[in-house]
């Protein structure tokens, strides 16, 4: 049996973005046109198929029962880093995790407790089984709403964020927005403003997570302000400077939350799958 080897990363929890919760604005959700979540259970996954990208949406605040479930998948070093946590933040952790093993080892046909997983120099992960790798997978989570999404053949990058008001975020948007995405969030009020930033952002996120770098290691160097509703190619340099070609585009979750995906290349197949627990 693999031990899994997992650490805290920028890419997952930017530092900038670590605020405490404040109550969430009232503002009507955006109006993107584009796959219904539809209700799943855990283990109703099948195989991959190339070009078909798949995303599971998750609420983390689980009932005792489940969260024992999950906890019970965990590798030694998940755990350690449970017992770091305690409240909301233990319960949400121990839940996303437990979730993530759950489905890549349906996809893979193993156990939850059979994966393991390595990281790049940024912190990206990647998951094998002992016959191989595993899918391509990425994950996120903003309060208790966690999105999940998987590819057998590209890179996926996946970013949430629950719309609130937070602190310091004009400074926030110069320093990781381009200087028109900058310009079109100061330009605008309240939870307009909350909105327009958290779209933004998970954009830039997903596109980064899936690179592989996380939006700390590249400020304002893309700009996707003026992205279609189904998305656009965008055009991101590589860590040797040539220009990659990459897909991003936003995702409809629940009200009070932005999400976007980013790929390789615009899927075949958008599959969104709203879990739910046996």
């Given at each position: ?110 156990l ?37 999404a998987f ?5 996926v ?7 609130r ?33 958290a779209?933004?952002w ?15 290691n ?61």
């Open positions: 049996m693999f031990e899994a080897n997992l650490k805290e990363t920028a890419m997952i929890d930017d530092p900038d973005l670590d605020e405490p919760d404040s109550e969430e604005p009232d503002f009507d959700s955006l109006d993107f046109e584009e796959p219904a979540f539809v209700p799943s259970a855990l283990d109703e996954t099948s195989k991959l198929e190339p070009g078909v990208v798949e995303i599971w949406m998750a609420w983390v605040d689980s009932e005792e029962d489940t969260f024992a479930r999950l906890k019970a998948t965990l590798s030694g070093d998940e755990l350690e880093r449970a017992a770091e946590k305690d409240g909301d933040q233990l319960r949400r952790f121990v839940t996303t995790r437990g979730i993530l093993r759950e489905l890549l080892a349906s996809y893979a046909g193993v939850p407790t059979e994966l393991a997983f390595e990281y790049s120099e940024y912190g990206k992960p990647k998951a094998f089984t002992a016959s191989g790798d595993g899918p391509y997978f990425n994950v996120s989570h903003s309060g208790d709403l966690a999105l999940f590819s057998s053949d590209q890179e990058g996946v970013d949430v964020e629950q719309v008001a937070r602190a310091r975020l004009d400074e926030i948007a110069e320093k990781y927005f381009s200087p028109a995405e900058a310009e079109m969030v100061a330009g605008l009020m309240d939870e307009e403003r909350d909105s327009l930033f779209s933004y998970t954009r830039k996120e997903a596109l980064y997570k899936a690179i592989g770098t996380g939006i700390a590249r400020p304002g160097t893309v700009d996707l302000s003026g992205m279609a509703v189904d998305g656009a190619e965008v055009s991101c340099p590589s860590d040797g400077g040539e220009d990659e070609s990459w897909y991003v585009r936003d995702i409809e979750v629940e009200d009070g939350f932005r999400a976007a995906l980013c790929c390789r290349s615009r899927p075949a197949e958008l599959h969104c799958k709203d879990a739910f627990y046996d």
